[in-house]
């Protein structure tokens, strides 16, 4: 399975950008899709993950209602939208396909290369 995120940018606090993360190959195995981040210095974070059902969604406390994912199985696609950007959000963000559910990096077996969201404040 291969998963080519796009999407990031550089955009001021209260700002809003969305990433995209393709998947080809042999999707069944990416029945949960996820998001991370990982800030200069820090840990590489959860920050939301959906189920196959578009309804099955999971999001950190730091991004929960601001940040929206979602999934079209049709294109093989997820995507997040992140609104009301903080700097605090500045980061790499990968996207991440796994066979089981769960926010634990060790959880998913496919990562994409990461795009970078910078927020200025």
């Known amino acids: 399975v291969q998963l080519q995120a796009s999407g990031g940018g550089l955009v001021q606090a209260g700002g809003s950008l969305r990433l995209s993360c393709a998947a080809s190959?042999?999707?069944?195995?990416?029945?949960?899709m996820g998001w991370f981040r990982q800030a200069p210095g820090k840990e590489r974070e959860f920050v939301a993950g959906?189920?196959?059902?578009?309804?099955?969604?999971d999001y950190s406390d730091s991004v929960k209602g601001r940040f929206t994912i979602s999934r079209d199985n049709a294109k093989n696609t997820v995507y997040l939208q992140m609104n009301s950007l903080k700097p605090d959000d500045t980061g790499v963000y990968y996207c991440?396909?796994?066979?089981?559910?769960?926010?634990?990096?060790?959880?998913?077996?496919?990562w994409g290369q990461g795009t970078q969201v910078t927020v200025s404040s």
């Open positions: 190959g042999r999707t069944f195995g990416t029945a949960i």
């Open positions: 959906i189920g196959w059902s578009p309804s099955s969604t």
């Open positions: 991440a396909g796994s066979p089981s559910a769960g926010r634990n990096l060790a959880n998913y077996n496919y």
